[in-house]
């Protein structure tokens, strides 16, 4: 890690809620709270305006949901480094597949560990997607069977990519940090971190989360391999 402090914006429609994650991130050194909105239209102005580097979203708020909020501040070439965390109650939450298709980097569920969550956020403001293995599988495999197809990045499927591409993009739908991808590849941790950047340049992939979904709708991994 390094001495950068995280910028976080709040949104939640639940003042009270707002108010015990506000808590809790101030009480990391690395992190400050730079905004707090109680709807969807708000946290989009307010990552504008606060130059947020990550978004803790709540998917049901009045006024604009959590879901196109998402997408707009996805969509803003202006706030391209500007990461979206989800809460949910479940991991099982459709809305959950809709976010990611928006642009979210990762989703973490409301009952988590203080700990877990703050790790939560360090681990996506610093560009990487949080999508345990399990929840991934099961989001995904029902994503795909969803009436409207998730879209694929713009550049094209995991055909563009070397054979050693395609193992590390299958490890990384499978959950796995560039460590562990190094680990079990018998790779440096930098040429891993090296691999998924050319993958994700390859295949127009905003981040982690784009990969995973590619690497599932091309049938590169299936979720009966998890």
Aim: proline share 5%; glycine share 8%.
């Amino acid at each position: 890690m390094t001495d950068r402090v995280i910028r976080v914006l709040l949104a939640d429609d639940q003042t009270l809620v707002r108010a015990a994650f506000a808590m809790l991130v101030k009480s990391a050194r690395d992190m400050e709270v730079v905004g707090q909105a109680g709807t969807g239209r708000e946290a989009v102005e307010l990552a504008r305006s606060a130059r947020a580097d990550l978004v803790l979203m709540d998917l049901r708020m009045p006024d604009l949901d959590g879901i196109e909020a998402t997408r707009l501040i996805a969509a803003d070439e202006d706030l391209a480094g500007v990461r979206v965390l989800v809460l949910t109650t479940y991991d099982t939450d459709e809305h959950v597949m809709e976010a990611l298709r928006a642009g979210a980097s990762g989703f973490v569920v409301k009952d988590m560990r203080p700990a877990e969550l703050l790790d939560a956020i360090r681990t996506v403001a610093a560009g990487d997607a949080l999508l345990s293995p399990g929840p991934t599988a099961r989001l995904v495999a029902r994503l795909l069977r969803a009436p409207t197809a998730p879209p694929s990045p713009p550049e094209g499927g995991p055909e563009c990519l070397s054979d050693r591409e395609r193992e590390v993009l299958a490890l990384v739908a499978r959950g796995l940090n560039n460590t562990e991808i190094a680990e079990t590849l018998g790779l440096s941790p930098l040429t891993a971190k090296t691999h998924v950047s050319r993958i994700m340049g390859k295949l127009g992939a905003r981040d982690r989360a784009q990969l995973v979904i590619v690497a599932y709708e091309s049938g590169l991994v299936t979720p009966g391999t998890i």
